[in-house]
């Protein structure tokens, strides 16, 4: 009994595993079970072990190619560097959390965080001085190690400069002479010919030779010191704490939502009992306004929220979101119209040539043409109904959604709709004929034909045909999020490059990792539906 | 004041309270989304969000940063933007319909100076073989364009014309560019109304290429030099791809640069917002140009800590700091000190000058952007129409009733015309009031 | 006049050109209650057949009718179980024959859909599959399923195209009994389509032989007068049933050399054509005498 429950789960999981598309940790899950272990471990082997040792050694080659490919924007950024690339973010992210605590912290608490805050500052401060006068000490040392090198090329240098121009003076001198004699018809005119070729060469021999000098000397002063690098980061993140808390301190004092309420509440107060004393009409009719403005901007402040600046996070959200919104107008335009032209070949014959021409129109193209035909709608953005009832809305209030994101939306969406339609309409044409015979000996209506043996029949080629629109429409939109600079990952990639700061190239590969990912599940989860509507048993049998 | 006492109490460092708080406006609208471009030069309008100084004003900003300045225009003009940071040409030539056309107004002036003209290696090495002079680590300033000329008739005689970048048809950096070249004697090519690139008898052909690309493209070899704002340049400098000449500082000393526009119809129906954000930008500019006893900028670092956040400039702290904070590398061995390299409050510079509109309006004719000839009196019209002082003053009489700025920081009296100036590159001068004679006065240009 | 019947039924495919003609001049009528089987070989146009007396497909020529009047449409009645079980795979055995329950009898409530389809199910022996996917179960039971929906819609007509043709032999026979037990016990016409001699004699009271197609027409019918129940078991011994099948058989190997024979005739003809005689002519044989 105990055995069967244990087989029960152990299924279950294998089931789940099997579904999601990740048999290959099926070895572990019965090795745990301890089914044939000898087994299971070869398959460990063959399965995980030999793939992670092949990843591993992937990112080994990465990290190792990576500083042997110097670029003009700095070397390729190794995994460390990556990595350290994605801490920063987040403690951005991080640190626009605490301001907005800090904001909105009243009473006691707010002062307490004050107190701390004010020390932690201090305490930066000290370091901060530390630290930058470590980078002055590293600079000199720099420069002085610089000097010692250079000097003596230098000096060469110039030496051979000045040699070279006396050189050049010397061979000019001598080609003027040579020209006085040819034209004096002392010499031949090819003797002036071979000297101005002799200069020439000459010319190029000692520029080439300054050059080196000066090529060697570049060289020099673009190498690197470590230990300036090393302090330079040190002071650059002691001085950015030391600048986040100030920040803080400004959140925690003056900028404060309770703090300005406070303000405002005692001015209005202030404004009342004035106007109680007040001695003359006219003075009271100018408090009163005066009161009522007050009252205004109390009100106002109320309703004030911390403005956050964009995060990575924020930016990941968005573009979710925004590939779903394309996504479903995608599937909602391409499975009627797909059904209908499964269903009737004129109409089919109507859509071709409609489907085999915007097909293949580059998504670029069609960002521009909703980014006019869709801005049309929105005449006044910020006053528009849809809108602000979209960004009324619980959960998606926060992603601020404008017409940028409709219109990439729109890309995404005309992008995507192709390989649902087609498959869409490929599944309902390729419907067995057998189960058209079903439908006819029943008698069943259109719609029920439609619902009951139709659209069941087509369900796993849509689908499959939705998860290529999926996919498609997700590399799409970073496209289109970079183009039309719509909040999103694409922004945040084009943003990053356009930064061009030392991190911009580990922020690209970042985003580069995060859209493979955030791809590869959206991926699974179309397999996981596709496998759920498929009826062959493909799915669901362990 | 309660808070001023716990504020005494509990922390030591120095943060300004102000008790003077002043009562606000009658705001028409209180969330403001204002676009930015990836430069410097934006620093005000970040700094008055970071610092609070619009909170102050009861405006919840939004910052947003645009891909190039054309869909920065366009958003201001369809309402997704309630103002930008704009080229200073670019109010001026929407109004008179170079381009998209669209009454865009500005009360604020962002900056002065703050662009430089780069060229790659390659041609800083002709250049140099050019004028022996030049071929030092520290050659002197100004550097003219005469040693680049001879490097456009060489490519001409090859058939060749030198690619240069710029960032924008009707931007400062287009001008500055133009003038350079044409004080050499060297033709940058006139804008006709079937040519809108401008490359018309060009011996130099200048084309757009938004400023963050420009040291990519610099580097991919496109473009052999450009003219562009900070970082952009420094970029250069600090990436090894190209070497600084000259700075619009030595092209003409303290000219203007970046203005906040906004959309005409938006200034009409929301002029107290409009006033409101102009005390912000104000004090803003103020706070950017604060010095000590010493003139050293004292608030400099902690906005290039504010700017090289990703979500504003976004480059590297170190890149940032040095034209900020008033140094500017032409090489990486030629430190300047250039305490003027940017501009924010000093010299009056952030009134709304119409004198600036007309020196923009001279150039877009000198270049043909602007194709029929225009009587005197057009100029001054169409800088009144653009340039909107009176919002300025109205905010700056705020700020002084608030103690926020000081009698001498405004030119409260002026008729918005700046005295006649002759500090180009090639000492000609400019009368603002009298644009036709100062257009005759160029060698090459349109003349009237 | 017979309960269904086929008067002078002709069908063909393709363009007038290049026309085949499937079947031709077919007349069969069918008893009530009475058990056809048709015999054939494959390709034969055995199924077209079965489709035409289904309503699935409308003959170029003549009529089929049930009750005397014409077929024009598939339906209800007429109870087709499709040689490929043709179960919808998406749905249980239980939604299966629901779907068609619930079409033929709209009147039924859930708990008289739940019921009829459970009897059927019981019918065929399927109790404990009730809820599982055709996919699940073997061929034997797909075709159990199969028929229980047939039967379900309770059809004036079975019509059986060769039904058991894709099972193993044992399976067969269990399902053969099973098809005749139900029958027996809730009789109603049945036309079975097989290529099985052993099948068409033990299971019908009338074996129909199908010629070779194309043209396809049928042969004179084999009554079959063997008394039921008939044993399995001893109908190796039983010499009618030995003697029936024998001259069955006879007929179609017959009818199958027949066809082979024709089929020569369908070969290409050669036109007759002799060559030109291009050899020069020889001295010798232009000696002039």
Same mark, same amino acid.
């Given at each position: 009994?105990a055995?069967?429950?244990?087989?029960?789960i152990k299924?279950r999981?294998?089931?789940?595993?099997?579904v999601?598309?990740f048999t290959?940790?099926?070895?572990?899950?019965?090795?745990?079970?301890?089914e044939?272990? =000898?087994?299971?471990f070869? *398959?460990?082997?063959?399965?995980l072990?030999?793939?992670?040792f092949?990843?591993?050694?992937?990112?080994?080659?990465? !990290?190792?190619?990576?500083?042997?490919?110097?670029?003009?924007?700095?070397?390729?950024?190794?995994?460390?560097i990556v990595?350290?690339?994605?801490q920063?973010?987040?403690?951005?992210?991080e640190?626009?959390?605490?301001?907005?605590?800090?904001f =909105?912290?009243?009473g006691?608490e707010?002062?307490a965080?004050?107190?701390?805050?004010a020390?932690?500052?201090e305490?930066l401060s000290?370091?901060?001085?530390?630290?930058?006068?470590?980078? *002055?000490?590293?600079?000199a040392?720099?420069?002085?190690?610089e000097?010692?090198?250079?000097?003596?090329?230098?000096?060469?240098?110039?030496s051979?400069?000045?040699?070279?121009r006396?050189a050049?003076?010397?061979?000019?001198?001598?080609i003027?002479?040579?020209?006085e004699?040819?034209?004096?018809?002392k010499l031949e005119?090819s003797?002036l010919i071979? *000297?101005?070729?002799?200069?020439?060469?000459a010319?190029?021999?000692?520029?080439?030779?300054?050059?080196?000098?000066?090529?060697?000397?570049?060289e020099i002063?673009s190498?690197k010191?470590?230990?300036?690098?090393?302090?330079?980061?040190q002071?650059?993140?002691?001085?950015?704490?030391?600048?986040?808390?100030?920040?803080r301190?400004?959140?925690?004092?003056?900028?404060?939502?309770?703090?300005?309420?406070?303000?405002?509440?005692s001015?209005?107060?202030?404004?009342?009992?004035?106007?109680s004393?007040?001695g003359? *009409?006219?003075?009271?009719?100018? @408090?009163?306004?005066?009161?009522?403005?007050?009252?205004? %901007?109390?009100a106002?402040?109320?309703?004030?929220?911390y403005?956050?600046a964009?995060?990575?996070?924020?930016?990941?959200k968005r573009?979710?979101f925004?590939?779903?919104v +394309?996504?479903?107008?995608?599937?909602?335009?391409?499975?009627?119209?797909?059904i209908m032209?499964?269903?009737?070949?004129?109409?089919?014959?109507?859509?071709?040539?409609?489907i085999?021409?915007?097909?293949p129109v !580059?998504?670029?193209?069609?960002?521009l043409?909703f980014?006019?035909?869709?801005?049309?709608?929105?005449?006044?953005?910020?006053?528009?109904?849809?809108?602000?009832?979209?960004?009324?809305?619980?959960? @998606?209030?926060?992603?601020?959604i404008n017409?940028?994101?409709?219109?990439?939306?729109?890309?995404?969406?005309m992008?995507?709709?192709?390989?649902?339609?087609?498959?869409?309409?490929l599944?309902?044409?390729?419907i067995d004929?057998d189960?058209v015979?079903?439908a006819?000996?029943?008698?069943l209506?259109?719609?029920s034909?439609l619902?009951?043996?139709v659209?069941?029949?087509?369900l796993?080629?849509?689908?499959?045909?939705?998860?290529?629109s999926?996919?498609?429409?997700?590399?799409?939109?970073i496209a289109?999020?970079?183009l039309?600079? %719509?909040d999103?990952?694409?922004?945040f990639?084009w943003?990053e490059y356009q930064?061009?700061? !030392?991190?911009?190239?580990?922020n690209i590969?970042?985003?580069?990792?995060?859209?493979?990912?955030? +791809?590869f599940?959206?991926d699974?989860m179309m397999?996981?539906l596709?496998r759920?509507?498929?009826?062959d +048993?493909g799915?669901?049998?362990? | 004041?309660?808070?001023?006492k716990?504020w005494i109490t509990?922390?030591?460092?120095?943060?300004?309270?102000?008790?003077? /708080?002043?009562?606000?406006?009658?705001?028409e609208?209180d969330e403001?989304k204002?676009? &930015?471009?990836k430069l410097t030069?934006?620093?005000?309008?970040?700094?008055a969000?970071?610092?609070?100084?619009?909170?102050?004003?009861g405006?919840q900003v939004?910052v947003?940063?645009q891909?190039?300045?054309?869909?920065?225009?366009?958003?201001?003009?369809n309402g997704?933007?309630?103002?930008?940071h704009?080229?200073?040409?670019?109010?001026?030539?929407?109004?008179?319909?170079?381009? #998209?056309?669209? /009454?865009?107004?500005?009360?604020?002036?962002l900056?002065?100076n703050?662009?430089?003209?780069?060229?790659?290696?390659?041609?800083?090495e002709?250049?140099?073989?050019?004028d022996?002079?030049?071929?030092?680590?520290?050659?002197?300033?100004?550097?003219?364009?005469?040693?680049?000329?001879?490097?456009?008739?060489?490519?001409?005689?090859?058939?060749?014309?030198?690619?240069?970048?710029?960032v924008?048809?009707?931007s400062? /950096?287009?001008?500055e560019?133009?003038?350079w070249?044409a004080?050499?004697?060297?033709?940058?090519?006139?804008y006709t109304?079937?040519?809108?690139k401008? &490359?018309?008898?060009?011996?130099?052909e200048?084309s757009?290429?938004?400023?963050?690309?420009? $040291?990519?493209?610099?580097?991919?070899?496109?473009?052999?030099?450009?003219c562009?704002?900070?970082?952009?340049?420094?970029q250069?400098?600090?990436?090894?791809?190209?070497?600084?000449? #000259? #700075?619009?500082?030595?092209?003409?000393?303290n000219?203007?640069?970046?203005?906040f526009?906004?959309?005409?119809?938006?200034?009409?129906?929301?002029?107290n917002? /409009?006033?409101?954000?102009?005390k912000?930008?104000i004090?803003?500019?103020?706070?950017?140009?604060?010095?000590?006893e010493?003139?050293?900028?004292?608030?400099?670092?902690?906005?290039?800590?504010?700017?090289?956040? $990703?979500?504003?400039?976004g480059?590297?702290?170190?890149?940032?700091?040095?034209?900020?904070?008033?140094?500017?590398?032409f090489?990486?061995?030629d430190?300047?000190?250039?305490?003027d390299?940017?501009?924010?409050?000093?010299?009056?510079?952030t009134? $709304?000058?119409?004198?600036?509109g007309?020196w923009?309006?001279?150039?877009m004719r000198?270049?043909?952007?602007?194709?029929?000839?225009?009587?005197?009196?057009?100029?001054?019209?169409?800088?009144?129409?653009v340039?909107?002082?009176?919002?300025?003053l109205?905010?700056?009489?705020?700020?002084?009733?608030e103690g926020?700025?000081?009698?001498?920081d405004?030119p409260?009296d002026?008729?918005?015309?700046?005295?006649?100036t002759?500090e &180009?590159?090639d000492?000609?001068l400019?009368? $603002?009031?009298?644009?036709?004679g100062?257009?005759?006065?160029?060698?090459?240009?349109n003349?009237? | 006049m017979?309960?269904?019947?086929?008067?002078?039924?002709?069908?063909?495919f393709?363009p007038p050109?290049?026309r085949?003609?499937?079947?031709?001049?077919?007349?069969?009528s069918?008893?009530e209650?009475?058990f056809?089987a048709v015999?054939?070989?494959s390709?034969?146009?055995?199924?077209?057949?079965?489709?035409?007396?289904?309503?699935?497909?409308?003959?170029?020529k003549?009529?089929?009718r049930?009750?005397?009047?014409?077929?024009e449409?598939?339906?209800?009645?007429?109870?087709?179980?499709?040689?490929?079980?043709?179960?919808?795979?998406?749905?249980?055995?239980?939604g299966?024959?629901?779907?068609?329950?619930?079409?033929?009898f709209?009147?039924?409530?859930?708990a008289q859909?739940?019921?009829?389809?459970?009897?059927?199910?019981?019918?065929?022996?399927l109790?404990?599959?009730?809820?599982?996917?055709?996919?699940?179960l073997?061929?034997?039971?797909r075709?159990?399923?199969?028929?229980?929906?047939t039967?379900?819609?309770?059809p004036?007509?079975l019509?059986?195209?060769?039904?058991?043709s894709?099972?193993?032999?044992?399976?067969?026979?269990?399902?053969?009994d099973?098809?005749?037990?139900?029958?027996?016990?809730d009789?109603r016409?049945v036309?079975?389509?097989?290529?099985?001699?052993?099948?068409?004699?033990l299971?019908?009271?009338?074996?129909v032989?199908?010629?070779?197609g194309?043209?396809?027409t049928?042969?004179?019918?084999?009554?079959v007068?063997?008394?039921?129940?008939?044993?399995r078991?001893?109908?190796n011994?039983?010499?009618?049933?030995?003697?029936l099948?024998?001259?069955?058989?006879?007929?179609?190997?017959?009818m199958?050399k027949?066809?082979?024979?024709?089929?020569?005739?369908?070969?290409?003809?050669?036109p007759?054509i002799i060559?030109h005689d291009?050899?020069?002519?020889?001295r010798?044989?232009v000696?002039?005498?």
């Amino acid at each position: 009994m105990a055995e069967s429950t244990k087989d029960k789960i152990k299924y279950r999981i294998l089931k789940t595993l099997d579904v999601s598309g990740f048999t290959a940790f099926d070895p572990v899950i019965r090795l745990i079970f301890g089914e044939e272990p =000898q087994k299971q471990f070869a *398959a460990i082997v063959k399965y995980l072990v030999i793939p992670a040792f092949f990843v591993l050694s992937c990112i080994w080659f990465w !990290s190792w190619i990576g500083p042997r490919h110097k670029t003009k924007s700095g070397e390729v950024p190794t995994p460390d560097i990556v990595w350290e690339s994605v801490q920063i973010n987040d403690t951005i992210a991080e640190r626009e959390k605490v301001k907005r605590s800090d904001f =909105q912290l009243k009473g006691a608490e707010r002062e307490a965080a004050l107190e701390q805050v004010a020390r932690e500052y201090e305490i930066l401060s000290e370091e901060v001085k530390a630290a930058k006068a470590l980078v *002055a000490e590293k600079e000199a040392e720099k420069k002085a190690r610089e000097e010692k090198l250079i000097a003596p090329l230098e000096a060469k240098y110039e030496s051979l400069k000045s040699e070279y121009r006396d050189a050049a003076k010397a061979r000019d001198a001598e080609i003027a002479r040579i020209s006085e004699e040819v034209s004096e018809g002392k010499l031949e005119a090819s003797a002036l010919i071979a *000297a101005i070729r002799n200069d020439g060469i000459a010319t190029d021999r000692e520029r080439s030779e300054l050059n080196s000098y000066k090529s060697r000397i570049d060289e020099i002063r673009s190498q690197k010191y470590k230990p300036l690098d090393q302090a330079r980061k040190q002071y650059d993140s002691v001085a950015d704490k030391q600048f986040f808390m100030k920040t803080r301190l400004e959140f925690l004092d003056d900028r404060n939502l309770y703090v300005k309420l406070d303000e405002a509440q005692s001015e209005l107060n202030e404004y009342m009992a004035e106007l109680s004393t007040a001695g003359s *009409a006219k003075d009271a009719l100018k @408090i009163a306004k005066r009161a009522v403005r007050a009252e205004e %901007s109390v009100a106002r402040l109320e309703g004030q929220e911390y403005a956050s600046a964009v995060t990575i996070y924020h930016q990941t959200k968005r573009s979710i979101f925004t590939v779903f919104v +394309g996504f479903f107008m995608a599937a909602f335009v391409a499975i009627p119209v797909g059904i209908m032209c499964g269903l009737n070949k004129i109409f089919m014959a109507c859509m071709t040539p409609i489907i085999s021409v915007f097909k293949p129109v !580059s998504p670029v193209v069609w960002l521009l043409i909703f980014q006019i035909v869709v801005g049309a709608f929105f005449p006044d953005p910020e006053n528009h109904a849809l809108l602000n009832f979209l960004n009324n809305l619980p959960l @998606i209030s926060s992603l601020e959604i404008n017409p940028a994101l409709i219109f990439s939306a729109c890309t995404v969406a005309m992008c995507a709709v192709w390989p649902a339609l087609v498959n869409t309409a490929l599944g309902v044409a390729s419907i067995d004929q057998d189960h058209v015979n079903v439908a006819r000996v029943l008698r069943l209506g259109f719609w029920s034909r439609l619902f009951k043996i139709v659209i069941p029949s087509a369900l796993p080629l849509v689908f499959a045909g939705l998860r290529i629109s999926l996919g498609v429409g997700w590399m799409v939109l970073i496209a289109a999020e970079a183009l039309s600079s %719509s909040d999103g990952l694409g922004k945040f990639v084009w943003d990053e490059y356009q930064n061009g700061s !030392s991190l911009t190239f580990a922020n690209i590969i970042m985003v580069c990792f995060v859209v493979g990912i955030i +791809g590869f599940f959206l991926d699974r989860m179309m397999i996981i539906l596709q496998r759920f509507v498929s009826f062959d +048993g493909g799915g669901t049998s362990v | 004041m309660i808070n001023l006492k716990k504020w005494i109490t509990t922390a030591s460092v120095s943060l300004a309270l102000s008790s003077l /708080h002043g009562e606000q406006l009658d705001l028409e609208k209180d969330e403001l989304k204002f676009g &930015f471009i990836k430069l410097t030069d934006c620093a005000p309008i970040v700094i008055a969000k970071e610092k609070g100084f619009f909170e102050d004003e009861g405006l919840q900003v939004e910052v947003i940063a645009q891909p190039n300045w054309k869909q920065l225009l366009d958003n201001v003009i369809n309402g997704e933007l309630d103002g930008a940071h704009m080229l200073s040409g670019q109010p001026i030539a929407a109004t008179i319909g170079f381009g #998209t056309k669209a /009454h865009i107004v500005t009360a604020y002036t962002l900056d002065l100076n703050g662009n430089g003209i780069t060229v790659s290696n390659a041609i800083w090495e002709q250049m140099q073989e050019n004028d022996p002079a030049l071929d030092t680590d520290t050659p002197a300033h100004p550097i003219k364009a005469d040693a680049l000329a001879p490097i456009v008739e060489e490519m001409l005689e090859e058939g060749e014309k030198l690619q240069m970048g710029m960032v924008f048809p009707v931007s400062t /950096h287009n001008y500055e560019l133009r003038y350079w070249l044409a004080a050499a004697g060297i033709h940058p090519g006139f804008y006709t109304s079937e040519d809108k690139k401008g &490359f018309t008898n060009a011996q130099v052909e200048l084309s757009v290429t938004p400023p963050p690309q420009m $040291p990519a493209t610099l580097e991919s070899g496109n473009i052999s030099g450009y003219c562009v704002g900070e970082p952009w340049n420094q970029q250069a400098v600090a990436k090894g791809i190209g070497v600084p000449v #000259t #700075t619009n500082y030595d092209i003409w000393k303290n000219n203007p640069e970046k203005v906040f526009g906004v959309n005409a119809k938006w200034a009409k129906e929301n002029p107290n917002t /409009h006033i409101a954000v102009v005390k912000a930008l104000i004090r803003a500019g103020k706070w950017l140009d604060e010095t000590d006893e010493d003139g050293i900028l004292v608030n400099r670092e902690e906005a290039v800590r504010i700017l090289s956040q $990703p979500n504003y400039v976004g480059a590297d702290f170190d890149v940032i700091k040095n034209s900020m904070t008033g140094y500017f590398y032409f090489q990486k061995t030629d430190k300047r000190e250039m305490p003027d390299f940017n501009v924010f409050f000093k010299y009056h510079s952030t009134y $709304p000058w119409y004198s600036d509109g007309v020196w923009f309006l001279t150039q877009m004719r000198r270049w043909g952007q602007i194709t029929e000839p225009k009587p005197a009196e057009w100029y001054d019209e169409v800088a009144k129409e653009v340039y909107l002082p009176e919002v300025y003053l109205e905010a700056a009489k705020h700020l002084l009733e608030e103690g926020y700025i000081s009698e001498e920081d405004i030119p409260w009296d002026t008729d918005g015309y700046k005295p006649a100036t002759d500090e &180009f590159i090639d000492g000609v001068l400019y009368d $603002p009031k009298d644009p036709i004679g100062y257009l005759n006065s160029h060698k090459i240009g349109n003349k009237d | 006049m017979a309960y269904l019947e086929l008067n002078n039924v002709s069908i063909g495919f393709g363009p007038p050109s290049n026309r085949t003609e499937v079947l031709k001049d077919i007349n069969l009528s069918v008893e009530e209650n009475e058990f056809v089987a048709v015999i054939g070989f494959s390709g034969s146009g055995k199924s077209t057949l079965m489709s035409l007396l289904a309503g699935l497909q409308k003959p170029d020529k003549g009529q089929v009718r049930l009750h005397g009047s014409v077929v024009e449409n598939p339906g209800p009645r007429l109870g087709i179980m499709f040689q490929n079980y043709s179960l919808l795979p998406w749905l249980t055995v239980f939604g299966n024959i629901e779907l068609a329950v619930r079409q033929v009898f709209p009147k039924f409530n859930k708990a008289q859909v739940k019921e009829h389809v459970e009897r059927y199910v019981e019918m065929v022996s399927l109790t404990p599959a009730l809820e599982k996917n055709p996919h699940e179960l073997s061929g034997g039971m797909r075709q159990r399923v199969s028929l229980a929906r047939t039967l379900a819609m309770q059809p004036e007509v079975l019509l059986l195209d060769e039904p058991l043709s894709a099972l193993d032999a044992l399976t067969r026979a269990v399902l053969q009994d099973e098809i005749i037990r139900i029958w027996e016990e809730d009789k109603r016409t049945v036309v079975m389509i097989t290529n099985d001699v052993d099948e068409a004699t033990l299971m019908a009271d009338r074996i129909v032989p199908l010629t070779i197609g194309p043209e396809a027409t049928l042969a004179e019918p084999f009554p079959v007068t063997m008394e039921r129940p008939r044993d399995r078991a001893n109908l190796n011994k039983n010499p009618e049933f030995m003697k029936l099948k024998n001259s069955v058989t006879r007929f179609m190997v017959g009818m199958n050399k027949e066809s082979k024979d024709l089929k020569v005739d369908t070969s290409v003809k050669m036109p007759n054509i002799i060559p030109h005689d291009f050899t020069p002519p020889s001295r010798t044989s232009v000696k002039v005498k």
